[in-house]
Structures are given as C-alpha cells and as structure tokens.
C-alpha cells in the first residue's frame, strides 16, 4: 500500500506503509465518529453482476474493511444488507477481542436472521428500529433479542440522530456505517456522517446496478460536500477517507487523532474497601476516577454501567516493576 495523500504527512507521498502505519493512518479521531465504508467500481457501481458487493471487493479493499472493524464500537447496517450479504455478528480479531456490536436499521422490525443467532464470542446484536414497525413487530423483535437489544427510535420512520443518541449513552461512540445505498443515503441526508471511507476497486462493471447512495437527491444543487482527508492505492484499488460537510457547508475542524501513545496503558488508581488498586485503562476513554469501583473484588474502572467501553479497557493489573537505576548500570557495564 502506498500514500498518495496524508495530511497528517504531508512530505511522505509514495512512501509505502506496513500494516500497523496503515492502522494508524485509520485510527478514527476522539469522542463520537460516524464513519461510512462503501466500495464502488469505477463506473460507479456499488455490486458485481452477482447484485453483491463481494464480488468487486479487493484484497486491499478486505484488509482495510477489517481494521475499519477493529477501530469501531459498532457495526450500523441497513436490514436489506444484513440479509442480502448474509451478515452474521462480528467476530472478535487479535486487534479487537471485544468486537463491535452490529446494529442493524430497519422500518419494519422484522428481525434479520444474521442478528439472531449468538455465537460464542462474537459481539453483541441490537435492532434500531421505530414505532412505525407496529407493536406486533416490537414484540417479536424483543422476544427474538431480548428487551434491551431493541432500540425504538422515532415515530414513523427511524431518527437516525436519536439512534446515535442511543448508541452513544451505551459507549457506542465510533460507529461504522456499512451500507448500504439507501442507509448511507438516509444518514448523509440526517447530517449525522462525519467521515466516508470508499473503496475504488479497478473494474468496470457496466449494467444498471445501484450506486453506494441512492434515496432522493440529498443537496440542491451540487450535493453534500467532501474533501479528501486520506488516499492510498495498491494494485489499482484507491482507498480513502473523506471527509463530509455540514449543513452550512463548512467541515468539521479535523479533530485530533489518537495517537499510539494515546493506546498505550495508561494506569490510575482507585480505592476498594481493602487497598488502592492500580487499574490499567487502555484506549480512549478518560479515566473517572471520580467513579467508584464495582465492588471490592472486582476493581475494575466501571465506564457506564455494563457498557463497552468498560467491559474492553477496564481492567486491572499489577504495577509493573521498574528495572533499578543500579540493575541498569551493572547491565552497561558489562556491555563491550
Ligand atoms: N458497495 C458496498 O459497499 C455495499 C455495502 C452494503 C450493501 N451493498 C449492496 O447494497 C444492496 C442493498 O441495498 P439497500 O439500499 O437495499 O441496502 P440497505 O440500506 O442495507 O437496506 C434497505 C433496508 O434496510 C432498512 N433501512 C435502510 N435504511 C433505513 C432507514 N433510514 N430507516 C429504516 N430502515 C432502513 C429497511 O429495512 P426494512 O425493510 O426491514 O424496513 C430497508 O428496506 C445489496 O445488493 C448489497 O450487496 C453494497
């Protein structure tokens, strides 16, 4: 894979990444992020012949779709996607053993069958969907995931916004838009997508197949604004992020991005009934430290209650022991 453009670099085009350069250069920014991912062929079709996007897909295409994953807390998909690419709910990764939750959107409640089925160690399955469903529709969809997996969202179409809301009050915060045309549509239209990453795979498929966006005209007269944030390219596939304007036009001033750093174990300390522990946070979040722990035996930094964010990086550890200024001296004595 090689730069084409970075901004964060900008004297580093054509230099070529490895895998982890590629995962820092998708690392989302702070606080809540909406992102879509799509790929489209170069004429702009968003399926193969086959109607699926499979088949246009790329092995650069792949490798970005996952780390993608690895980066988000929740997977939101239309209904129609779920069922037509036989989604089934995100699998754990060395770069994610807690995997992101998939949320599939739909109008109708009816529950898709990849959402249905808990395997062992895959992520959590949520339905947004709205009052419009119908209290028939509500009741199978909460006896199918269970009450708190159902998230009703609107009147007689989903709110998307309020979706968010409610992602978010569960530690949601990074959420992947997946597709397809017609929910990125409906989300680009809500305002509520800050980023798009699109896949340019080097075919031309021809026919008449949907774009990566359909639904009705989003803005008069030149549509929703983009500008490149990031492109990359290997073996023909160009890969990118966009980012997307607001209403009023503007963009988003570029929040700052995590850095490694940022990743790293951060420790803090909080007081149980017996001793002060040392708990080890990984990742984002801040530490709240002004929040009590769970109880005495299990330690752990809460987050919001039974959330993500406290299940992924709350966790604790022993102190690591520092090597002696005198252990280090002897140590460089020895060396020639
Ligand atoms: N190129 C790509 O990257 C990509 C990505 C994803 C999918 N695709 C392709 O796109 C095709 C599917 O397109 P599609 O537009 O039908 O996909 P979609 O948006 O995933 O599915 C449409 C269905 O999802 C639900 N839905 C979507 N937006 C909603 C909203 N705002 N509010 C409430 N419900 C909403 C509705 O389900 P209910 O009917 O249950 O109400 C609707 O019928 C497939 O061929 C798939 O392979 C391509």
């Known amino acids: 894979m090689r730069v084409l453009l970075d901004p964060r670099r900008p004297a580093s085009p054509g230099s070529r990444l490895g895998a982890e350069a590629l995962r820092d250069l998708y690392r989302p920014p702070r606080g809540r992020w909406v992102r879509s991912n799509m790929v489209t062929t170069l004429d702009g079709s968003a399926v193969g012949a086959d109607g699926r996007s499979g088949s246009v897909n790329t092995a650069p295409d792949h490798r970005v779709f996952a780390l993608l994953r690895d980066h988000a807390d929740a997977v939101l998909v239309g209904a129609g996607t779920v069922r037509d690419e036989g989604y089934t709910r995100v699998r754990p990764t060395r770069h994610s053993p807690v995997p992101a939750a998939l949320v599939a959107v739909t109008r109708s409640g009816r529950v898709p069958d990849g959402l ?28 199918a995931l269970g009450e708190d997996a159902v998230l009703v969202c609107g009147g007689p179409s989903v709110d998307l916004p309020a979706a968010l809301d409610a992602l978010a009050a569960r530690g949601l915060r990074h959420v992947l838009l997946e597709g397809g045309p017609s929910l990125l549509g409906t989300a680009l239209a809500a305002g509520v997508v800050d980023e798009m990453a699109t896949t340019i795979a080097p075919a031309v498929v021809g026919g008449d197949f949907r774009r990566i966006v359909t639904g009705p005209p989003l803005a008069e007269p030149g549509g929703v604004g983009v500008r490149p944030h990031l492109l990359v390219e290997e073996a023909g596939t160009l890969l990118g992020l966009w980012r997307v304007a607001r209403a009023d036009g503007r963009f988003r001033p570029p929040p700052a991005v995590r850095t490694a750093r940022e990743w790293d174990v951060r420790p803090c300390r909080h007081r149980t009934a017996r001793a002060t522990v040392e708990v080890h946070h990984l990742g984002r979040s801040p530490c709240p430290p002004h929040q009590p ?4 035996t299990r330690p752990d930094c809460t987050g919001p209650a039974g959330s993500r964010w406290s299940r992924r990086w709350g966790r604790s550890t022993r102190p690591r022991r520092r090597r002696c200024a005198a252990s280090s001296t002897r140590r460089s004595a020895r060396e020639p």
């Open 116 to 143: 249905r089925t808990p395997v062992e160690g895959r992520g959590d399955g949520l339905l947004v969907t709205c009052e419009g469903a119908g209290a028939k529709a509500l009741r199978a969809a909460r006896s």
């Open 293 to 296: 722990p769970a109880s005495p």
